[in-house]
């Protein structure tokens, strides 16, 4: 999936330092209903600052502002949210490959988001 900042990018010095970025959007997948499963106005996510001195991140929190959020499912795809398995691979280069390993499927949608999310988190910021 691609993610795309089209607005600005703002880091927030504080107690709590907060990447901001306007204007987001996550692309949906290539048999989606629309282009972009996620849409946000702005999104807001807080990092633990004692984390940051060791090099870790830690997401405190994650604000969405005007969030657009499309789930949908065909045939062939159970949740659109879920990652694919070559997406999987390159976040994980050490584990097995996918014939090998066992996919734990969402639940419901809300886990398939926030397993995408996740996984889109990590990217963006590379931990």
Known sequence: R???????????VSLTPTVIANDVTLSNAAWGSRPH????????TGL???PLLSD?????NI??????????T???NPCVAALDKTAQQKANPGSAQPSQQQEEKPSN????????????L???FGK
């Not at 691609?2 to 927030?12: E, F, N, P, Q, W």
């Not at 870790?56 to 405190?60: E, G, H, P, Y």
């Not at 949608?109 to 889109?120: E, L, N, Q």
Request: net charge negative; hydrophobic share 45%.
């Open 37 to 44: 499963m996620v849409s946000l106005k702005r999104l807001e």
């Open 56 to 60: 870790s991140l830690v997401v405190a």
């Open 122 to 124: 990590k990217s963006l």
């Open 48 to 50: 633990s600052q004692m």
């Open 63 to 72: 604000e969405l502002i005007e969030p657009d959020i499309l789930l949908e």
């Open 2 to 12: 691609d993610l795309k900042i089209a607005g600005d990018l703002k880091i927030s």
């Open 74 to 76: 065909n045939d062939k």
């Open 109 to 120: 949608p809300v886990d398939a988001v926030t397993k995408g999310v996740g996984g889109a």
